[in-house]
């Protein structure tokens, strides 16, 4: 039986595969957790994330999502919140990059996870929805994933309407960086990735570092942050040819 999620090394990039392509990637609470792991120890051993799914779909979500399930007390709903939770912490705290690559459908937590990369590249073949409304799940926890991604007006529509939307309005809703042909999906991330490598480290993870916090500050904070770092990363030795 192959593991339901693959991680690879090439030099200091690390790949994450979500590889349970027989049931478009979903995966278990306890998958989900074993991914948040998996991100933590690579974020502190690379220095950039490339998160994918296998085969046709980039990732249908949960395991079961919309099927009936055993009524939970609140603290155990809490607890399995918290599994979420963990893992979209995962993807905001590292300290490298991570960048998505959605080749088909990212449905319900596949499209959250999508737009919490810091960098997501859709092939014009990709299609995302937030079907939570039509099964009657109330969906806060997806859109706590977009809440500094994408506008109030778009999370409320895909929200509201639980519409598949394709990659071109994903990108004009902020869900996704950039849209490519299909079959110039693998080209356009290696060319990516290379540019990634020549990127000196310490920018890499500052600019992360800026993104994570300058967006939701005020002007000034924002500027003053950015003069910090400006004037902290650029005289690193690091930085120079």
């Known amino acids: 039986m192959s593991e339901p999620i693959l991680k690879e090394k ?8 979500l590889n349970r392509p027989e049931v478009g990637n979903r995966q278990t609470d306890a998958t989900w957790a074993q991914l948040t792991e998996m991100l933590d120890i690579a974020a502190k051993e690379s220095r950039l994330i490339v998160f994918k799914g296998a085969g046709d779909d980039f990732c249908l979500g949960r395991e079961a999502m919309g099927q009936p399930s055993p009524v939970l007390e609140a603290y155990a709903i809490r607890e399995r919140s918290e599994t979420i939770f963990n893992l979209y912490g995962a993807f905001r705290s590292a300290k490298v990059p991570i960048m998505g690559v959605v080749q088909g ?8 996870l999508a737009a919490l990369c810091d960098i997501t590249i859709a092939s014009d073949k990709a299609r995302f929805q937030l079907p939570e409304m039509a099964h009657n799940i109330m969906p806060t926890i997806a859109m706590s994933a977009l809440i500094d991604r994408v506008s109030r007006k778009a999370a409320t529509y895909l929200v509201y309407s639980t519409q598949e939307i394709d990659a071109h309005k994903a990108l004009v809703f902020g869900l996704v960086s950039n849209v490519v042909p299909a079959n110039e999906l693998d080209a356009a991330v ?13 920018a890499l993870l500052a600019v992360k570092e800026y993104a994570g916090s300058a967006f939701s500050m005020s002007t000034q904070a924002a500027n003053d942050f950015a003069r910090n770092l400006h004037a902290t990363i650029n005289s690193f ?5």
Do not use: N, Q, W, Y
Request: include cysteine; glycine fraction near 12%.
């Open 190 to 202: 290696a060319s990516l990735v290379e540019r990634f490598k020549k990127t000196p480290l310490p």
């Open 10 to 17: 090439d030099g200091d990039v690390a790949t994450i595969t």
């Open 105 to 112: 459908r990212a449905v319900g937590l596949g499209c959250a």
């Open 237 to 241: 030795s690091g930085m120079r040819p």
